[in-house]
């Protein structure tokens, strides 16, 4: 199994990962991850350490959320969700611009996001399965340490194409 990795045209340092899908009469099988060719795209010495899973249901928003030291392997494993990446860094001349991705079954692919990016999706589908991988030095710092900008920030002009999505309390600001 095999997959082509190609940096975004859009914002740079994300990483665009798409798996060759094995297909039969039983279903299909891809592989999400391979250390070797993944890894290589990390800081020398850096690892993923855990995943983490979320299950949403239809019309949820999640994020827009960072932090400045997690790299972030994303994907859904089921349903359909629009992806978002947003460029956090201050410094970089494509700050406060954002990139979508459609993902699910026929659009398959996987998203790395180096730290100062901000991450976010909807979930188009009745539910849908989120999968994180993430690299860092340290321990793991969660939502009290990570940054957020609203989910309809006007500076970044995200086309979400809702209107009243299911937010958490802290993306309503």
């Not at 099988?29 to 239809?58: A, M, V, Y």
């Not at 002009?157 to 309503?172: A, M, T, V």
Request: aromatic share 16%.
């Amino acid at each position: 199994m095999e997959f082509i990795i190609k940096e975004s045209q859009k914002i740079q340092g994300v990483y665009i990962i798409t798996p060759t899908i094995s297909q039969d009469r039983r279903g299909d099988i891809w592989t999400s991850f391979l250390k070797e060719r993944i890894e290589n795209l990390l800081p020398h010495n850096l690892h993923f350490k855990h995943d983490k899973f979320s299950q949403s249901h239809h019309n949820v928003l999640r994020g827009i959320h960072g932090d400045n030291k997690s790299w972030k392997y994303v994907t859904c494993v089921y349903g359909s969700i629009f992806q978002v990446v947003v460029d956090c860094r201050k410094d970089s001349p494509t700050y406060l611009q954002w990139e979508g991705f459609e993902i699910h079954k026929e659009k398959q692919k996987m998203i790395l996001l180096p730290p100062n990016m901000g991450n976010a999706y909807y979930v188009r589908s009745q539910n849908a399965v989120y999968h994180y991988k993430l690299a860092y030095e340290g321990e793991y710092f969660d939502a009290p340490h990570q940054f957020t900008y609203a989910w309809n920030d006007k500076v970044i002009g995200i086309e979400w194409n809702c209107k009243k999505p299911i937010l958490s309390d802290r993306d309503y600001y």
